[in-house]
C-alpha cells in the first residue's frame, strides 16, 4: 500500500435523508481536520449531481459551532440526489476528480451508494489514478449488510417506537382499531421497531406485519377480531411493503397509478392510500365501529430534535472511520460490530464495497413470531440500544377499581 | 358562599387526549392531597360513562413517582369517552354523586366538557344539592373562549414545528412538492404552528391554509407554482379543516362516506384523502413531478415524550388551580391571562362554565396575512413561548460556494 497521497478529498449525501446522515458528515469533517494529507475538503451539493457540476462548498470553513448544529440537524446538509449514476455519469465524476486532484470520495449513503463508489473506484485503478473511495453507511431500513446495524435506522427507531407508544395510550383512553402503516418496502426492521416501547402486558402494537412474511386478507382480519375480541382495543403496524400471498404487495394492488423513482421502486410513502384501504376492510367486515388509520410518512426519517443520542454517536463515529481508513486503505466501507454483552457497545471496521454494494439484508427469523404477525424478544433485545433509551409511560385505566 | 364541605369528589378526562391532560390530573390530585376538606378523590374511568358505571379509581393511593410517570405521558390516564351527556344522563350523573357523597366535581376537558359542569351544577342547584363543578382546560386546538391560550396546544404545537421542520430540511435535501395535512377542523391554531420553527428567509412551510380562510383550487394551485418558480420546492401546511369557497371543506368534498362522531362532527383524522387528493390536483395541473404528502393524524396529539415544559407546567397548575377555587368559589372553569412583556408567564383565573361552554374561538384576523396563505410575526410571538423553545438547525445547501 502506497503512503496516502497529499491532494484533495469530496464528501457528499446520497439518497433519502436521516435523522443522522449530517453527524456522519460532521465525523468526516472533523477527522479531515486532523489529517494533514487531506488538502481541501469539498462538499458536493445534490451528491452526484453536485460533483458532475462542480458545486462544492469548502467544508473546512465551516465554524466548529455550525458544525454541531449541523450534526443535530435531521436531513443531508449538502443536499441529496436520487440519481442512479451510469458508466458514463461515472466517467463524468471521474473527470472532476482528475481535474481537481481530488484523490479521496467519501459517500455516504445506502447500497446504492456503496454500489457508486465501488464503479468510480475500479474505473480509477482501471485509469491508472489513485483514488480512495469510501462508503459512510446510512438508511433508516437497516437493511445494508455486513454491519450489525445501520446509522439512521436508531433514530428512526426511536420515532417511530415513541408514536406507536403514546398511540397505544390514545387507543386506550378512545377504543377501538388504529392501523400505522410505516417505512420499509423490502426490511421490517422499521416496523418492527414499533414494539420496543412496549411496557404493559397488554401494550400495543398487539399486531405487526412486515415485508418478510406474507399476508392475506383473511389471515389479517382474523388477526385483528382476535384482539379485538380479547381487549375491546387493538393496534396495529403494518409495513407499507407488506405483500399478499400471490406475491404482489398491498400497496402494488392498491395504487392506480404507480409511480416508479429512478431506482425502480414502487413510490408508497406520502400516500395514505394502503392505511386507509386497510382500516375500511376492517370496518366493512368486522363492524367495528371506530377504527383509525395513520401513515407515518416522512416525519420516521427527518423529525427535528429526536435523535437517538447512540445513533448519533454510531453515525459521526463512522464518518470519522472512513477518513481515517483512508490514509492505510484504498477503499471500503465502514461497518459496525457489537461487542459486549453486559453494555451494549459497538467497533468499527472496513469491508469490501462489493460487500454492501446493491445488497439488502432482511429481518433474521428468529426476530419473526411463528404467526407472522409479531415480533420477538430477541429483535427488542437487538434494537432498543440502538434508540438510545425510550421514555416511560403510565396508564391509571388498569388499576384496580375501589368499591364505595 | 358556605365553607367548603367536607366530602368527596371526582375526577375525570373527556374528549381527545393531548399530549399533558394527565398534567392536568396530577395537578388535581397533588392539591386534593393538600386540602383535608376533600375526603377521597374518586378517578372515574373513561370519563362520564365512569362516573355512572361507578368505574372509580382511588386516586389518593396512587404513589407520586406514579404520578410523576402519569403527568410525563401523553393521552387520558383514565381513559376518555365521546359520550356528550343529554338530560337523562345528566341526572344519573347527579344520583351517583348524591349516593356518595360527591360534591366536588373536577372534569378535564374541551367546550363539551364545560357545558356538561354547566349543566350538571345548575341541576344539583335545583335540586338543592351543594355541587362544585369544575372545568380544567384541555384541547390541542387552542379554541377555548377567555383564556389566552390552552393547556394541550403548546404540546401538540411543538410536535407539529419540529415536524415541518424537519421536513423542510428534507424538501431542501430533495426538492419538491411536500403538502402537510395538520389537525384542526374549525381553528387554524395547530395548522399555524407549523411557521413556528422558521430560522432561514427560505425556509417553508411556505404556504399556511387555515380554516379561517376559504380557498379555491385555482388560488391554492397559483400559489404553489409562485413559490415553486421561485425556490424550485414548495413546503405547504394545510388544515384538514380548509374550505373551498362555497363553504363545503375540501375534505367533506372529497368524503364519499363521511363518519360523524357523536357530536356531529365530520371525522377526518385518520384518512390521508385529503393529502393525497391535493399532490394529485398539484401534480396533475402544475406537472411538478415530485410531490409528496402526508397526514399527520393522532401523532399530534399522542406522541411519547415530546412535551412542551412551559405547556406541561401550566397544564399541572390549572389542575391544581381547580382545587383551589373549589373552596371558596361554587364552581368555574380555570383560563390562563399572559402576563409580562419581556418574559413570558401567566397568572390564572375563574371564569363562569357558560362563558366556555359550547363555545369556539379562531385564529384573529391579525394572525393571518392578507393574502389568506400564511401566518404573521404576531402569531409567532404569541405562539412561540408556548412551545418550550424549539431546537435549532443547519443546512449547508445555502452556504457560499467554491471556485476551485
Known amino acids: 500500500m502506497a503512503d496516502a497521497p497529499k491532494a484533495n478529498a469530496v464528501v457528499s449525501q446520497s439518497g433519502g435523508p436521516t435523522g443522522v446522515i449530517n453527524a456522519s458528515l460532521v465525523g468526516v469533517i472533523e477527522q479531515v481536520h486532523k489529517q494533514p494529507n487531506i488538502r481541501n475538503l469539498y462538499g458536493a451539493v445534490h451528491a452526484v449531481s453536485g460533483i458532475v457540476k462542480e458545486d462544492f462548498i469548502d467544508l473546512k470553513k465551516i465554524p466548529a459551532g455550525t458544525l454541531e448544529l449541523v450534526a443535530a440537524s435531521p436531513s443531508s446538509a449538502l443536499g441529496s440526489s436520487r440519481d442512479k449514476p451510469d458508466k458514463a455519469y461515472c466517467e463524468k465524476i471521474l473527470g472532476v476528480f482528475k481535474k481537481h486532484d481530488i484523490r479521496y470520495f467519501f459517500y455516504i449513503g445506502g447500497n446504492d451508494s456503496a454500489n457508486t463508489c465501488f464503479i468510480i473506484n475500479n474505473m480509477a485503478r482501471d485509469a491508472g489514478y489513485e483514488l480512495r473511495a469510501f462508503h459512510v453507511p446510512k438508511t433508516i431500513d437497516n437493511d445494508l449488510l455486513v454491519t450489525d446495524h445501520c446509522p439512521g435506522f436508531g433514530t428512526a ?17 378512545l377504543p377501538g382499531v388504529k392501523v400505522d402503516v410505516i417505512m420499509g418496502r423490502h426490511a421490517g426492521f422499521l416496523t418492527a421497531a414499533s414494539a420496543l416501547g412496549r411496557q404493559r402486558g397488554d401494550d400495543g402494537p398487539h399486531l405487526v406485519y412486515v415485508p418478510e412474511r406474507k399476508i392475506s386478507m383473511e389471515k389479517f382480519l382474523a388477526d385483528v377480531e382476535a384482539v379485538y375480541k380479547k381487549l375491546n382495543r ?13 406475491g404482489k ?10 409511480e416508479k423513482d429512478a431506482h425502480g421502486n414502487v413510490q408508497l410513502s406520502g400516500t395514505g392510500a394502503l392505511a386507509d384501504f386497510l382500516a375500511g376492510e376492517i370496518k366493512a367486515k368486522l363492524k367495528i365501529k371506530r377504527v383509525r388509520a395513520d401513515t407515518f410518512g416522512y416525519l420516521q426519517r427527518s423529525f427535528a430534535g429526536l435523535q437517538s443520542e447512540v445513533d448519533k454517536a454510531e453515525a459521526r463515529q463512522c464518518g470519522i472511520e472512513a477518513v481515517k481508513l483512508s490514509s492505510t486503505a484504498a477503499n471500503g466501507s465502514v461497518a459496525m460490530k457489537r461487542i459486549g454483552t453486559a453494555k451494549y457497545g459497538v467497533e468499527y471496521f472496513r469491508t469490501e ?8 439484508k432482511s429481518l433474521a427469523a428468529e426476530y419473526i413470531n411463528t404467526e407472522g404477525n409479531g415480533i420477538t424478544a430477541a429483535f427488542v433485545d437487538y434494537a432498543l440500544p440502538l434508540t438510545g433509551g425510550l421514555p416511560k409511560t403510565e396508564y391509571l385505566g388498569n388499576y384496580p377499581r375501589i368499591k364505595i
Open 157 to 173: 427507531a426511536k420515532f417511530v417506537a415513541c408514536a406507536v407508544m403514546g398511540d397505544d395510550l390514545d387507543n386506550r383512553a
Open 249 to 258: 404487495t398491498w400497496a402494488e394492488k392498491l395504487a392506480e397509478t404507480a
Open 353 to 360: 464495497l462489493a460487500n454492501v454494494a446493491e445488497k439488502t
Open 234 to 246: 387493538c393496534v396495529i403496524a403494518v409495513s407499507e411493503g407488506i405483500s399478499a400471498p400471490d
